[in-house]
């Protein structure tokens, strides 16, 4: 149907241009962590936004001039190319293997907005149409050229992949407005699926946060502190005010060692204290060495920092982040037991927002929280901390997996066992 074809890409620069989990610089650190990578170039016959075609005949072109052709009696096909990156790791002493595709690939074209939609169906309820406009597109109609596009992609890359390798995992880049639509997006994924045999199955566990609030840096500072919740401007001035210090440390800077014992002292408190699994100190420590050296050396990659929050003696908090031209991400994040009421999380967050801004970044992504405002959620309290900044919430489908071997079964019910024994199991066995 997409007619995929790949190439596969030897020697790539590092470049800084889409999610910073497809960069190669990220590919090039997990490659040193288990992780194998390989890179392609991908073209694949893709459908036009419906509703935006002006043609005759059986072919037109857009702006882009992009070559396109008519597939059915209401679609028109452009050939597109992207670059993906496909990270690889064995596991159980090479029983098998699994291919990850993070943060790819986007939607074919955009939903209709939601005001549009209302219209026609309220157009309809009224009688003035007696049919919904073809060219509407919503996530239900999405949803059935998705599922081919995703299973059609991982048969393209099987024969690139090892012979052990079970699935191929998705993390699409396809972000929802709220949950409801999100949640009709993957319901029509699972629908397609089973209709068309595609073997496409969304996983108990997802990699990337599916949820999460983005705080837009367009805006010049005063704007973006208007926009979050009085009490937490409140709070990042009486950090401030009671003498929280914040440290900002780069990989390439002489104190990294000893201010990176400082963040793991507190991670391994957060950890104990929330139950979260956390790297070795070496992942982290690896990670911000390379991007400085990388940096260092003229290349365009992402800047990762960590920033700590001081007071007196004390180390109370810290953050690691990324910075890039397109966006930044709050990447890991830690605490102390102590002095909590000097509200140096705030002040960590505004800092680090206030240095993305000036780097150069459309926003800064929270990454990670819960979906709703839910009292009963076990991190309700996070989804408030992180929602008062003043971002707008994202709902993305989470992970979704292509089958390949009919050990697949076998192996994610380990996964799920695994998943549930950490998640649910340890955490009642110590108290939480």
């Given amino acids: 149907m997409f007619d995929i074809k790949l190439s596969k890409i030897e020697n790539t620069s590092l470049t800084n241009e889409g999610s910073f989990l ?31 075609r002006d043609c005759e005949g059986g072919s037109c072109s857009t702006d882009q001039g992009h070559s396109q ?47 549009k939609i209302d219209s026609a169906f309220d157009s309809l309820e009224s009688e003035q149409s007696v049919l919904i406009d073809e060219t509407l597109v919503t996530p239900e109609t999405q949803s059935i050229e998705f ?44 629908v397609v699926s089973y209709a068309d045999r595609l073997k496409l199955k969304k996983t108990r566990v997802d990699i990337q946060p599916p949820d999460s609030t983005q705080i837009d840096l367009t805006a010049d500072e005063d704007e973006i502190l208007n926009r979050m919740k009085s009490k937490w401007r409140y709070n990042i001035r009486l950090a401030e005010k009671k003498g929280v210090e914040i440290e900002k440390i780069l990989g390439n800077d ?10 793991y002292e507190l991670y391994k408190i957060t950890s104990e204290r929330d139950g979260i699994a956390i790297h070795p100190k070496s992942y982290y420590e690896d990670l911000l060495r390379s991007s400085a050296k990388e940096i260092a050396d003229g290349k365009d ?55 993305a801004k000036a780097y150069g ?19 309700h309290g996070l989804y408030l901390f992180k929602t008062g900044f003043g971002g707008k919430n994202i709902h993305r489908i989470g992970s979704w997996d292509v089958q390949l071997k009919a050990i697949y079964s076998l192996c994610t019910m380990a996964e799920n066992l695994r998943a549930f024994w950490h998640k649910k199991v340890l955490k009642k066995i110590r108290g939480r």
């Fill in 22 to 52: 497809q960069t190669p610089f990220w590919c090039e650190f997990k490659a040193k962590h288990g992780w194998k990578y390989l890179r392609f170039e991908m073209s694949a016959k893709v459908p036009v936004e419906r509703g935006s």
């Fill in 147 to 190: 599922a081919s596009f995703i299973a059609e992609i991982a048969g393209a890359l099987k024969s690139y992949l090892p012979k052990n390798c079970i699935c191929v995992r998705f993390d699409p880049a396809v972000e929802f407005g709220n949950p409801f639509d999100r949640d009709t997006f993957n319901y029509g994924l699972k």
């Fill in 69 to 115: 052709h008519e597939h059915s009696e209401n679609q028109i096909l452009e050939e597109r190319t992207y670059e993906v990156s496909v990270l690889v790791r064995s596991f159980a002493k090479g029983l098998f293997s699994l291919a990850y595709i993070p943060l790819f690939p986007s939607l074919l074209y955009k939903c209709t907005s939601e005001e």
């Fill in 361 to 379: 970044s459309a926003y800064y992504d929270m990454y990670g929280m819960p979906p709703t405002d839910d009292e009963n959620h076990p991190m």
């Fill in 254 to 263: 002489s104190n990294l060692s000893e201010k990176l014992d400082k963040f």
């Fill in 301 to 355: 990659v992402p800047q990762i920092s960590l920033y700590l929050a001081r007071h007196e003696e004390d180390y109370l908090g810290a953050i690691i982040t990324l910075f890039s031209k397109t966006e930044s991400i709050y990447l890991y994040g830690c605490s102390s037991n102590v002095k909590r009421n000097l509200m140096p999380n705030f002040l960590l967050q505004w800092t680090a927002m206030k240095d």
